[in-house]
């Protein structure tokens, strides 16, 4: 039987409440391993048959345990499916989204989803609820930590990749096929692409909040990296808690049952799979303001919400709107109970075809064997450290990087011994002890301990102390005076040749429902950075942290500075690599560095004004009278390597071309030397003469490449005239993409600001 025989039979054989069941979305939540003696909410609906899937289980046993309650309760024995948030590694935490996307790395990328995904299959999981794909310039924004950065096509190939990752090759099982892939087996779990969509946009960089965007920024930013992993095969879709344009996503249904599932002739892109809401988002409809639970919930199941997480709106509300319809015209909104007893079949159908898919309809236990195994932890480890040095970003050094290893150095600072915020956010399987701290890095590496000193207080606002400890803190506190702790930091650091400052943020500043104004280091490090600098010896300073932070101060009195994020259990091993040469920094900015928290949002990508020269006409100023630049701090792409790279001249093989044809453009880069260099070519675009105002520039293609000390390389991109479309979107609805003939300028070179631009133009 093909996939499709298989379910349709099944569902001919399910009653309505069956049915409903399979479209309830429930977290494991303590104490439900098995059950014993209180009948929870959870295990009375499993005995009833009224639980599709549930995440959170935390291990094999609890997940087998619970699909045996599930098998039991259920008539015609349809098992579960489990998930969990596997967002930067399961149990082996790698660095942040937002650090991996610095790596630029896309094999990197994929390997650390696969091991990611064996991990969590080995624990009887079957879904992950990443990629974070959403696209974001906010800094202020917390969830910048889980995502991509700001970019959409370096978004969309971590999409592509992270779904590859995941689910490797078989899971994308055709309906037609016989039997699903061999994904328990094989290690492999399906991916869902989240948050749909524009979470990355809310305003004001508050979680949570609503998006109102053009439907052309919609569809050029904050799309194509969905396009690009339901391309890619991705079997699941989570909706975003925020508005897009006035309509919460939840209740989205141009956008879901549009855009998203529509077939590509009707210019969707034909998604098939299963959409999930996000915690409890069915019912936030009603806080959204669109009316009491059950118009919400016919609202979210026509806009094309398969499953209902958590809230149970759909269990409760979902059998009476079978039966009677519902007949809302004050709020314009009808639907007749045929009409939604379709929608219920619609959807419970999705959710028996993952499963299907999943393998779960031939074989419950598929990949849930006492036998199962995880991957080798020492290899999760060593790639946690490479990804770690991958993704960490070099933005200033005057040629003191890297260290000698037999140095005299001293570390101070609140990480310079820190475990648990090096997990950084959404690292919920996560253990603080599995990473090595930054002193025993140093240690490990060098053979010489470091002098250490401040190991604490790294939030000085006593009310923002309050609030993180309401997400569980991870900051130490140390009641001596301030004065105090600094005076000891100093009288160490004087006893050292070099001083590395180890400062940054707590993993609770960043993160779900943590978004900051403030883009500065605590005002406490930043005293204490002071100190340090006005030592005058040479000082190294390393930044821990979740989202992009204002370096001014750190920027202009180090001798270098590196950005390591939240590096994972490998974090703080791959910075002593860097520091002391064991890697090289490749690492190269996924969202751009700003110079003030109110200039917000950031982008290397904005519309040009009419009024673009800086300086000529000040009080035509297109930035702020009150920040002396306005370009971002450090550009969207930059990153320094310990060996110089010179760029040779751009050349195209033609400039001018009919626009069927490609045109490559070459450049030489060259390492000039001693180390290796790995260098991410650029390649930028620019429409001076278009029918609309385009961005300044636009990220067009990239390619990472090794050089060896003296190696010299052509590099070519192949560039098709499909590659500067854009979209027109009066109505999204009769939204359609379009292309101007004539110039094109194209800019390369090592980030969006350092780049050499050659003129092509396109012949229609
Ligand atoms: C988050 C999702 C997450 C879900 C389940 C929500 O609060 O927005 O990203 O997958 O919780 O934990």
Same mark, same amino acid.
């Given at each position: 039987?093909?996939?499709?025989?298989?379910?349709?039979?099944?569902?001919?054989?399910?009653?309505?409440?069956?049915?409903?069941?399979?479209?309830?979305?429930?977290?494991?939540?303590?104490?439900?391993?098995?059950?014993?003696?209180?009948?929870?909410?959870?295990?009375?609906?499993?005995?009833?048959?009224?639980?599709?899937?549930?995440?959170?289980?935390?291990?094999?046993?609890?997940?087998?345990?619970?699909?045996?309650?599930?098998?039991?309760?259920?008539?015609?024995?349809?098992?579960?499916?489990?998930?969990?948030?596997?967002?930067?590694?399961?149990?082996?935490?790698?660095?942040?989204?937002?650090?991996? #996307?610095?790596?630029?790395?896309?094999?990197?990328?994929?390997?650390?989803?696969?091991?990611?995904?064996?991990?969590?299959?080995?624990?009887?999981?079957?879904?992950?609820?990443?990629?974070?794909?959403?696209?974001?310039?906010?800094?202020?924004?917390?969830?910048?930590?889980?995502?991509?950065?700001?970019?959409?096509?370096?978004?969309?190939?971590?999409?592509?990749?992270?779904?590859?990752?995941?689910?490797?090759?078989?899971?994308?099982?055709?309906?037609?096929?016989?039997?699903?892939?061999?994904?328990?087996?094989?290690?492999?779990?399906?991916?869902?692409?989240?948050?749909?969509? #524009?979470?990355?946009?809310?305003?004001?960089?508050?979680?949570?909040?609503?998006? @109102?965007?053009?439907?052309?920024?919609?569809?050029?930013?904050?799309?194509?990296?969905?396009?690009?992993?339901?391309? #890619?095969?991705?079997?699941?879709?989570?909706?975003?808690?925020?508005?897009?344009?006035?309509?919460?996503?939840?209740?989205?249904?141009?956008?879901?049952?549009?855009?998203?599932?529509?077939?590509?002739?009707?210019?969707?892109?034909?998604?098939?799979?299963?959409?999930?809401?996000?915690?409890?988002?069915?019912?936030?409809?009603?806080?959204?303001?669109?009316?009491?639970?059950? =118009?919400?919930?016919?609202?979210?199941?026509?806009?094309?919400?398969?499953?209902?997480?958590?809230?149970?709106?759909?269990?409760?509300?979902?059998?009476?709107?079978?039966?009677?319809?519902?007949?809302?015209?004050?709020?314009?909104?009808?639907?007749?109970?045929?009409?939604?007893?379709?929608?219920?079949?619609?959807?419970?159908?999705?959710?028996?075809?993952?499963?299907?898919?999943?393998?779960?309809?031939?074989?419950?236990?598929?990949?849930?064997?006492?036998?199962?195994?995880?991957?080798?932890?020492?290899?999760?480890?060593?790639? #946690?450290?490479?990804?770690?040095?991958?993704?960490?970003?070099?933005?200033?050094?005057?040629?003191?990087?890297?260290?000698?290893?037999?140095?005299?150095?001293?570390?101070?600072?609140?990480?310079?011994?820190?475990?648990?915020?090096?997990?950084?956010?959404?690292?919920?399987?996560?253990?603080?002890?599995?990473?090595?701290? =930054?002193?025993?890095?140093?240690?490990?590496?060098?053979?010489?301990?470091?002098?250490?000193?401040?190991?604490?207080?790294?939030?000085?606002?006593?009310?923002?102390?309050?609030?993180?400890?309401?997400?569980?803190?991870?900051?130490?506190?140390?009641?001596?005076?301030?004065?105090?702790?600094?005076?000891?930091?100093?009288?160490?650091?004087?006893?050292?040749?070099?001083?590395?400052?180890?400062?940054?943020?707590?993993?609770?500043?960043?993160?779900?429902?943590?978004?900051?104004?403030?883009?500065?280091?605590?005002?406490?490090?930043?005293?204490?950075?002071?100190?340090?600098?006005?030592?005058?010896?040479?000082?190294?300073?390393?930044?821990?942290?979740?989202?992009?932070?204002?370096?001014?101060?750190?920027?202009?009195?180090?001798?270098?500075?590196?950005?390591?994020?939240?590096?994972?259990?490998?974090?703080?091993?791959?910075?002593?690599? =860097?520091?002391?040469?064991?890697?090289?920094?490749?690492?190269?900015?996924?969202?751009?560095?700003?110079?003030?928290?109110?200039?917000?949002?950031?982008?290397?990508?904005?519309?040009?004004?009419?009024?673009?020269?800086?300086?000529?006409?000040?009080?035509?100023?297109?930035?702020?009278?009150?920040?002396?630049?306005?370009?971002?701090?450090?550009?969207?792409?930059?990153?320094?390597?310990?060996?110089?790279?010179?760029?040779?001249?751009?050349?195209?093989?033609?400039?001018?071309?009919?626009?069927?044809?490609?045109?490559? =453009?070459?450049?030489?880069?060259?390492?000039?030397?001693?180390?290796?260099?790995?260098?991410?070519?650029?390649?930028?675009?620019?429409?001076?003469?278009?029918?609309?105002?385009?961005?300044?520039?636009?990220?067009?293609?990239?390619?990472?490449? @090794?050089?060896?000390?003296?190696?010299?390389?052509?590099?070519?991109?192949?560039?098709?005239?499909?590659?500067?479309?854009?979209?027109?979107?009066?109505?999204?609805?009769?939204?359609?993409?379009?292309?101007?003939?004539?110039?094109?300028?194209?800019?390369?070179?090592?980030?969006?600001?350092?780049?050499?631009?050659?003129?092509?133009?396109?012949?229609?």
């Amino acid at each position: 039987m093909t996939i499709i025989e298989r379910v349709e039979s099944l569902l001919g054989a399910m009653d309505l409440a069956e049915k409903i069941g399979q479209l309830n979305l429930l977290a494991a939540g303590e104490g439900l391993v098995t059950g014993a003696g209180q009948p929870t909410a959870l295990s009375d609906r499993l005995a009833n048959g009224g639980v599709g899937a549930i995440f959170g289980t935390k291990s094999l046993a609890s997940a087998r345990a619970l699909q045996e309650r599930a098998l039991a309760g259920s008539r015609l024995g349809i098992p579960l499916f489990f998930a969990e948030d596997v967002i930067h590694g399961h149990r082996t935490i790698f660095p942040l989204g937002i650090a991996m #996307a610095c790596s630029w790395d896309m094999g990197l990328i994929r390997e650390t989803a696969a091991y990611a995904a064996a991990e969590a299959a080995a624990e009887g999981l079957h879904q992950v609820y990443a990629p974070m794909v959403d696209v974001t310039r906010d800094p202020r924004w917390g969830r910048v930590a889980e995502g991509p950065g700001e970019d959409p096509l370096l978004a969309s190939r971590i999409a592509t990749a992270m779904v590859q990752g995941f689910q490797g090759p078989g899971l994308g099982a055709m309906l037609g096929a016989g039997s699903a892939s061999g994904l328990g087996a094989s290690g492999h779990v399906a991916a869902c692409l989240k948050h749909f969509v #524009a979470y990355g946009a809310p305003q004001s960089g508050r979680d949570y909040d609503n998006a @109102s965007l053009s439907w052309e920024d919609l569809l050029e930013t904050y799309l194509p990296p969905f396009a690009a992993g339901l391309e #890619a095969g991705a079997l699941s879709v989570m909706a975003a808690f925020n508005a897009v344009n006035k309509v919460p996503m939840h209740a989205h249904h141009p956008l879901i049952e549009g855009w998203l599932r529509a077939s590509r002739a009707e210019g969707g892109q034909g998604f098939d799979g299963l959409m999930v809401s996000d915690y409890t988002g069915v019912k936030e409809l009603t806080p959204h303001g669109l009316g009491p639970a059950q =118009l919400a919930v016919a609202r979210a199941l026509h806009a094309g919400i398969d499953m209902d997480m958590v809230g149970e709106d759909y269990w409760r509300e979902l059998p009476a709107l079978a039966h009677h319809g519902i007949d809302a015209p004050d709020a314009g909104f009808s639907l007749g109970a045929e009409r939604i007893g379709a929608m219920i079949d619609c959807a419970c159908r999705r959710v028996l075809t993952f499963k299907a898919r999943l393998g779960l309809l031939d074989d419950p236990f598929r990949g849930m064997a006492e036998t199962a195994r995880p991957p080798a932890r020492d290899k999760g480890r060593a790639l #946690a450290r490479k990804a770690a040095a991958a993704s960490a970003v070099l933005l200033e050094n005057n040629g003191i990087l890297p260290l000698a290893r037999g140095a005299r150095v001293a570390l101070i600072g609140p990480f310079a011994a820190d475990r648990a915020n090096m997990l950084g956010t959404w690292s919920v399987s996560g253990r603080a002890e599995d990473v090595v701290p =930054l002193d025993q890095a140093v240690a490990a590496l060098t053979g010489v301990t470091p002098a250490r000193a401040w190991g604490a207080d790294i939030v000085d606002e006593s009310w923002l102390a309050a609030r993180l400890n309401v997400h569980g803190v991870t900051v130490d506190r140390d009641p001596r005076p301030e004065a105090e702790q600094i005076a000891e930091a100093v009288a160490v650091a004087r006893g050292a040749d070099i001083v590395i400052a180890a400062l940054g943020e707590a993993k609770e500043h960043a993160g779900e429902s943590s978004s900051r104004l403030s883009v500065d280091l605590p005002a406490v490090q930043l005293r204490l950075f002071a100190a340090l600098a006005a030592l005058g010896k040479p000082l190294v300073t390393v930044v821990f942290a979740g989202r992009p932070l204002s370096l001014a101060a750190l920027s202009k009195q180090s001798d270098a500075l590196l950005y390591a994020w939240h590096g994972g259990v490998g974090g703080p091993e791959g910075v002593a690599d =860097l520091l002391f040469g064991a890697a090289e920094p490749s690492g190269r900015l996924a969202i751009s560095m700003p110079r003030h928290g109110a200039e917000a949002p950031v982008t290397y990508a904005s519309d040009p004004s009419g009024r673009p020269s800086p300086g000529r006409f000040a009080k035509f100023l297109t930035g702020w009278l009150d920040l002396e630049d306005d370009a971002p701090h450090f550009p969207f792409g930059f990153g320094l390597g310990y060996a110089p790279v010179g760029y040779g001249p751009p050349r195209l093989s033609r400039d001018t071309a009919p626009a069927s044809d490609r045109v490559t =453009l070459s450049v030489m880069v060259v390492n000039h030397g001693t180390r290796t260099a790995i260098e991410t070519v650029q390649l930028y675009a620019s429409d001076p003469v278009a029918q609309v105002t385009r961005p300044a520039r636009k990220l067009i293609d990239f390619m990472q490449v @090794s050089l060896s000390p003296g190696e010299s390389r052509e590099i070519g991109f192949s560039i098709s005239a499909a590659q500067f479309a854009y979209p027109v979107a009066p109505a999204l609805e009769t939204a359609c993409w379009q292309r101007d003939p004539g110039l094109i300028r194209l800019h390369v070179g090592a980030n969006s600001r350092d780049t050499q631009m050659v003129e092509l133009t396109w012949r229609d």
